[in-house]
């Protein structure tokens, strides 16, 4: 009876540390998107180029070390803000960019409410359905460095139609990834709100710059 009532108490702070760190991953999560968006519009009426946002990504990919050092700590808050602030600020330029089309402004709406369409969706389902999709960690990790090493190769060999596959397959990758970081919350794989945040974010920052890059191409065809 005591190990009945002991698995019970400790089922249930389970279960009330895994709401806790969900809780506090979608409300930083929410707060650091809404900042992302005010950088990237500021980097917008700005004009920065191209030159600054390399530097600001290259920035971000930097901060990514100094948080995972800080992720147990209240200077990781700090240090998540500073990272998407960087990342949305570099988004500045290639908003221009689309901006710069006919209809560039609702382009870059309907990128915005697919990513949160696919976003909502697929969490929505993790969350409803409590799926483990722990297996699927391997597959995506290989399918990112695969898409990584086709976008590089792409750089020199400039091939449009190999352009659009990259984009389209990272829309693939980043869903499995939004399915799999999910049930990592929710199966106690991931416990620190502060890590899931950052890879939840990545996750919503790669699906919209390529839904973006995607329709951004059908548009030009038109």
Do not use: W
């Not at 506090?24 to 900042?35: D, I, K």
């Not at 829309?171 to 502060?194: K, P």
Request: proline fraction near 1%; charged fraction near 5%.
């Amino acid at each position: 009876m005591e190990q009945r009532t002991a698995f019970s108490s400790a089922s249930q702070t389970s279960v009330l540390q895994t709401n806790k760190v969900l809780r506090n991953t979608y409300m930083l999560l929410a707060m650091t998107l809404t900042f992302s968006a005010v950088c990237a519009g500021i980097a917008m009426s700005l004009g920065l180029g191209q030159g600054a946002a390399m530097v600001m990504s290259i920035g971000a990919l930097i901060m990514i070390f100094f948080l995972n050092k800080a992720a147990q700590s209240s200077m990781g808050i700090v240090f998540v803000f500073v990272f998407t602030g960087l990342l949305g600020a570099s988004l500045g330029p290639m908003l221009n960019h689309y901006a710069g089309f006919a209809g560039g402004s609702e382009l870059i709406l309907q990128a915005f409410g697919a990513t949160a369409l696919v976003f909502f969706g697929l969490s929505g389902y993790v969350l409803t359905t409590k799926k483990d999709f722990s297996f699927m960690g391997g597959f995506l990790i290989v399918g990112l460095i695969v898409a990584v090493v086709a976008s590089l190769a792409n750089i020199f060999f400039q091939i449009p139609a190999l352009s659009l596959a990259v984009s389209a397959a990272i829309v693939f990758i980043m869903s499995g990834f939004i399915l799999y970081d999910t049930s990592r919350i929710i199966n106690g794989g991931e416990t620190n709100y502060i890590r899931a945040t950052v890879s939840m974010y990545l996750n919503i920052y790669n699906l919209f710059t390529s839904i973006l890059h995607l329709l951004g191409a059908f548009n030009s065809d038109d």
